[in-house]
């Protein structure tokens, strides 16, 4: 695997079960340097699995993304690393390991990580989260520009997480019609339909 | 509409591992949407995935 990073080689590996001091990290300058790698496990395990998950919409490719950044990561972080150095090197890591993701499932990039863009910092607490916001804008802007009826199936689907059975019921139309439904919405709010693509939102990727 | 695109968008809603298939630009492009409006939803790590992990790096 490589990655943009210099942070070195050789750290210490995590111990087995510490789980219990996982939360409580005080609140640590980028320039300051991680005590071990349980530190940097600890302090970062979180947020790249909230990234990922926000790259690639699911639990399990998420789980396995980000145990593949820390496999990765601990053949050639050094402990005397700066918490910034750790975190760019992760990232760079993450991106490498998202992009290898894509090839290997659909043939391209889907998504990315920008590295210049994107701050492990913003995937500490995702309620209340810059990133998290940003989110909600961005899905906001999105359903924004469809018609009620393609909004209401999405909105159904993606934010209240109805089942397709439960949406159609909702809509009051046959599951059917719901997937279809559901089909052509994504595709106008893909901008994949000429007379929407002008109304979806700029992406930031 | 039984399109690979559109299984691979029901099960990220299912949260379930979608299966790999050759996507063209515009399933790509539906793929992309669907993630970027499950974004909103709140993720975090399971304890027993952060034990696991943990337990896996320990033994490299």
């Known amino acids: 695997m490589s990655s943009d990073g210099e942070a070195g080689d050789g750290p210490e590996?995590?111990?087995?079960?510490?789980?219990?001091?996982?939360?409580?990290?005080?609140?640590?300058l980028p320039t300051a340097v991680y005590p071990g790698w349980d530190a940097i496990y600890d302090d970062n395990v979180t947020r790249l699995y909230r990234l990922m998950h926000s790259k690639v919409g699911?639990?399990?490719?998420?789980?396995?993304?980000?145990?593949?950044?820390?496999?990765?990561?601990?053949?050639?972080?050094?402990?005397?690393?700066t918490i910034g150095e750790v975190r760019a090197y992760l990232l760079a890591t993450a991106r490498t390991v998202l992009a290898g993701h894509w090839q290997r499932t659909l043939g391209r990039q889907v998504t990315l990580?920008?590295?210049?863009?994107?701050?492990?910092?913003?995937?500490?607490?995702?309620?209340?989260?810059?990133?998290?916001?940003?989110?909600?804008?961005?899905?906001?802007?999105?359903?924004a520009a469809l018609p009620e009826r393609h909004r209401r199936i999405l909105v159904l689907r993606f934010l209240h997480g109805y089942s397709i059975r439960e949406a159609a019921a909702e809509m009051d139309i046959t599951?059917?019609?719901?997937?279809?439904?559901?089909?052509?919405?994504?595709?106008?709010?893909?901008?994949?339909?000429?007379?929407?693509?002008?109304?979806?939102?700029?992406?930031?990727? | 509409m039984r399109s690979p695109a559109d299984r691979y968008?029901?099960?990220?809603?299912?949260?379930?591992?979608?299966?790999?298939?050759?996507?063209?630009?515009?399933?790509?492009?539906?793929i992309r949407a669907a993630i970027e409006l499950l974004d909103c939803r709140v993720a975090?790590?399971?304890?027993?995935?952060?034990?696991?992990?943990?337990?896996?790096?320990?033994?490299?």
Do not use: M, Y
């Open chain 2, 44 to 60: 975090s790590p399971t304890d027993a995935f952060r034990s696991r992990l943990r337990r896996s790096l320990s033994r490299v």
């Open chain 1, 113 to 143: 990580i920008d590295v210049d863009a994107t701050d492990l910092d913003g995937f500490t607490q995702p309620a209340s989260s810059q990133s998290s916001n940003k989110a909600v804008d961005h899905a906001t802007r999105i359903l």
């Open chain 1, 13 to 28: 590996r995590p111990s087995a079960p510490a789980d219990d001091a996982r939360e409580a990290r005080p609140v640590q």
């Open chain 1, 58 to 81: 699911n639990r399990p490719d998420a789980e396995d993304l980000t145990s593949q950044v820390f496999v990765a990561a601990l053949k050639s972080l050094r402990p005397t690393a």
């Open chain 2, 9 to 30: 968008v029901n099960r990220l809603l299912d949260d379930r591992r979608p299966h790999a298939f050759a996507a063209s630009a515009d399933d790509a492009g539906c």
């Open chain 1, 175 to 205: 599951v059917t019609n719901a997937k279809v439904l559901q089909h052509r919405a994504l595709r106008k709010a893909a901008g994949l339909d000429p007379e929407w693509s002008e109304l979806r939102p700029a992406d930031s990727e």
